[in-house]
């Protein structure tokens, strides 16, 4: 009989790593492994980039302030007060009846009445040289703060529309320049219309909500 084979031993199995593989990958000089260093006392340096960001920063803070501070005046938000701007200085604009009126009237009024003041025929009449506008202050002082409705002549043509009232919109003194402005337009020449006028009339109208009709407005002395 064949004796018995004794089992072949088998061989160790390759390391995967040897010793200065291992060695590597245990390096503390890699990035991976390495440490954090030993805390420090005293401030870090600021990065030029931010420093320079902070210093443009605070000069445009500073030439914001120095322009639109106007010193600080609580003053400034009074709507009472007109300010313009003007090369970086503030002055207070004198109020001229004539230019606000205007700029009220090319606003609120070009769309009916035109820029030329010859308004839509058959449709808005003319101020232009109108009789009901260029006499007595008070009837158009009225039209303005209470508004006008129904048929009514204006120089020989007839019309039959409706104007809005401007009482809840525009101040006394708005009214009282934008009415001086249209009175002494495209050739017309009536004096202007005081602010103290414009405050007694609707004082004494009161809280009237009917709008005027032109038979009304005849009788207006």
Same mark, same amino acid.
């Given at each position: 009989?064949?004796?018995?084979?004794?089992?072949?031993?088998?061989?160790?199995?390759?390391?995967?790593?040897?010793?200065?593989?291992?060695?590597?990958?245990?390096?503390?000089?890699?990035?991976?492994?390495?440490?954090?260093?030993?805390?420090?006392?005293?401030?870090?340096?600021?990065?030029?980039?931010?420093?320079?960001?902070? /210093?443009?920063? %605070?000069?445009?803070? &500073?030439?914001?302030? +120095?322009?639109?501070?106007?010193?600080? #005046?609580?003053? $400034?938000?009074?709507?009472?007060?007109?300010?313009?701007?003007?090369?970086?200085?503030?002055?207070?604009?004198?109020?001229?009846?004539?230019?606000?009126?205007?700029?009220?009237?090319?606003?609120?009024?070009?769309?009916?009445?035109?820029?030329?003041?010859?308004?839509?025929?058959?449709?808005?009449?003319?101020?232009?040289?109108?009789?009901?506008?260029?006499?007595?202050?008070?009837?158009?002082?009225?039209?303005?703060?209470?508004?006008?409705?129904?048929?009514?002549? /204006?120089?020989? %043509?007839?019309?039959? &529309?409706?104007?809005? +009232?401007?009482?809840?919109?525009?101040? #006394?003194?708005? $009214?009282?320049?934008?009415?001086?402005?249209?009175?002494?337009?495209?050739?017309?020449?009536?004096?202007?219309?005081?602010?103290?006028?414009?405050?007694?009339?609707?004082?004494?109208?009161?809280?009237?909500?009917?709008?005027?009709?032109?038979?009304?407005?005849?009788?207006?002395?």
């Amino acid at each position: 009989m064949t004796p018995p084979q004794k089992p072949k031993k088998q061989p160790f199995e390759t390391a995967q790593f040897d010793d200065e593989a291992l060695h590597g990958r245990h390096d503390p000089a890699l990035p991976v492994y390495q440490e954090k260093g030993e805390p420090f006392e005293g401030n870090s340096e600021m990065p030029f980039a931010l420093f320079v960001a902070v /210093v443009f920063l %605070a000069f445009g803070m &500073g030439v914001y302030l +120095t322009r639109y501070s106007f010193d600080f #005046d609580f003053f $400034i938000y009074d709507h009472n007060k007109h300010l313009i701007l003007d090369a970086g200085s503030i002055k207070e604009e004198v109020w001229d009846p004539l230019v606000q009126g205007e700029k009220i009237f090319k606003k609120n009024c070009t769309q009916c009445h035109q820029t030329t003041g010859l308004g839509v025929p058959g449709s808005y009449p003319p101020l232009a040289g109108s009789s009901w506008l260029l006499g007595i202050d008070a009837i158009p002082v009225r039209v303005l703060l209470k508004g006008l409705e129904g048929p009514i002549e /204006v120089e020989k %043509a007839q019309f039959n &529309g409706a104007m809005p +009232t401007f009482g809840t919109k525009f101040s #006394d003194k708005q $009214i009282a320049a934008v009415l001086s402005y249209v009175r002494q337009a495209w050739g017309n020449a009536a004096p202007a219309v005081q602010e103290g006028t414009v405050t007694q009339i609707r004082q004494a109208l009161g809280d009237r909500s009917r709008v005027f009709s032109a038979t009304e407005l005849m009788s207006v002395k």
